[in-house]
């Protein structure tokens, strides 16, 4: 089965620094890995996702992730944090198992220090 | 934005009730999911439709039934509420079963189960 871990519920960074939210993925086959975002009192939007190919992918806002397969890892970044970045991101993956569907992570609370 | 409403936007009920969420989009997409929110657990699958009158169970689907009538509509009915379903319940769409494939997400109903 295929499942996701978020390493920290909660991350702060002062605005300007560097945003660095951590996920990690275990699947027995090729994962696709998303990132989405949720801003307060609102669902979730797509921030970027990775399927084949490239392992470095961009997604909006200046947010970026790289698909680093010896690691089973798809760390989120930013390298200038802004105060309107401040909300949650959650971490998914999907395989070809039969069966599965999106799985989410717990979610990284993110806020921004003035 | 995608064309997803969810009504109510905010319920307070009593253990035992009946309660029925709505979820209706104007995109014509052919799937459609429920999931809930939860503070530690992210995301969870409770029930999803590949086209009308077709619907299959997700990860914590006991307690729920659902049912899609129309394309534009999928209805979370909780059959006798309990205190341990009070979440934030979302909706989302995809117009593909695509495995790299984007989904939308409603607004979200909290409910709160007394």
């Known amino acids: 089965a295929q499942s996701v871990t978020q390493l920290g519920s909660h991350v702060s960074v002062s605005e300007g620094a560097l945003v660095l939210l951590r996920c990690n993925y275990s699947?027995?086959?090729?994962?696709?890995l998303f990132w989405y975002v949720q801003y307060p009192n609102q669902g979730l939007q797509l921030l970027l996702k990775?399927?084949?190919?490239?392992?470095l992918v961009k997604g909006i806002n200046g947010f970026e992730a790289e698909f680093k397969k010896s690691e089973t890892s798809f760390h989120l970044t930013k390298p200038s944090a802004h105060m309107s970045d401040a909300a949650e991101y959650f971490c998914?993956?999907?395989?070809?198992?039969?069966?599965?569907?999106?799985?989410f992570g717990t979610g990284t609370r993110l806020t921004i220090i003035p | 934005d995608a064309g997803i409403t969810q009504s109510p936007r905010h319920k307070v009920t009593e253990t035992g009730t009946p309660v029925t969420l709505r979820c209706h989009q104007t995109?014509?997409?052919?799937?459609m999911y429920w999931y809930r929110q939860d503070p530690g657990h992210g995301l969870r699958l409770i029930h999803y439709?590949?086209?009308?009158?077709?619907?299959d169970k997700g990860e914590v689907s006991d307690g729920y039934s659902v049912s899609r009538s129309k394309t534009e509509d999928f209805l979370l009915t909780l059959e006798s509420a309990t205190s341990s379903q009070t979440s934030v319940y979302f909706c989302?769409?995809?117009?593909?079963?695509?495995?790299?494939?984007?989904?939308?997400f409603g607004p979200g109903t909290r409910l709160t189960v007394l």
């Open positions: 989302a769409i995809s117009d593909s079963n695509r495995l790299d494939n984007e989904q939308f």
């Open positions: 699947s027995s086959v090729p994962p696709y």
């Open positions: 439709s590949y086209g009308v009158k077709d619907t």
């Open positions: 995109e014509n997409h052919r799937y």
């Open positions: 990775y399927t084949t190919g490239a392992t």
């Open positions: 998914a993956v999907r395989t070809a198992l039969v069966n599965e569907k999106l799985t």
